[in-house]
């Protein structure tokens, strides 16, 4: 993957995190202003409480693909974005355009996915 892609997937995720982070500030807003940085400053640092009820408020989804897209991000940092977790295998282009935080190419997902129980709530 050249540099180019690495930047472009980039601020694709990090514009899909901040949609996310966005609703954190939505709930947010009813108590106090909060400014966007800030949210995004909190959810960085998702250790303190403060932040976890934020986190909560989320539908396990969003959390989910949040932790992905952070995971992605570090990738990217580490250049090992586009490789698969699983196999080590190039991720399709294709696919990454689809879902650029996955972790997994489509084989790998798809045996992830046979063997994944269902997540407790
Ligand atoms: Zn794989």
């Given at each position: 993957?050249?540099?180019?892609?690495?930047?472009?997937?980039?601020?694709?995720?990090?514009q899909k995190?901040?949609e996310i982070?966005?609703?954190?500030?939505?709930?947010d807003?009813?108590s106090?202003?909060?400014?966007?940085?800030?949210?995004?400053?909190?959810?960085d640092?998702?250790?303190?409480?403060?932040?976890?009820?934020?986190?909560?408020?989320?539908?396990?989804?969003?959390?989910?693909q949040?932790?992905?897209?952070?995971?992605?991000?570090?990738?990217?940092?580490?250049?090992?974005?586009?490789?698969?977790?699983?196999?080590g295998?190039?991720?399709?282009?294709?696919?990454?355009?689809?879902?650029?935080?996955?972790?997994?190419?489509?084989?790998?997902?798809?045996?992830?996915?046979?063997?994944?129980?269902?997540?407790?709530?």
């Amino acid at each position: 993957m050249d540099k180019k892609d690495k930047e472009r997937f980039k601020k694709i995720l990090l514009q899909k995190k901040e949609e996310i982070i966005s609703k954190i500030v939505e709930f947010d807003s009813e108590s106090k202003e909060i400014e966007p940085e800030v949210a995004q400053d909190l959810a960085d640092r998702a250790d303190n409480t403060y932040t976890k009820e934020f986190l909560l408020s989320l539908s396990t989804q969003e959390r989910k693909q949040l932790k992905l897209i952070d995971q992605a991000l570090i990738r990217i940092e580490k250049c090992t974005y586009g490789k698969c977790e699983m196999c080590g295998e190039k991720i399709s282009k294709k696919r990454l355009e689809a879902i650029p935080w996955t972790p997994y190419c489509v084989r790998c997902q798809e045996k992830a996915e046979e063997r994944t129980e269902p997540e407790p709530l």
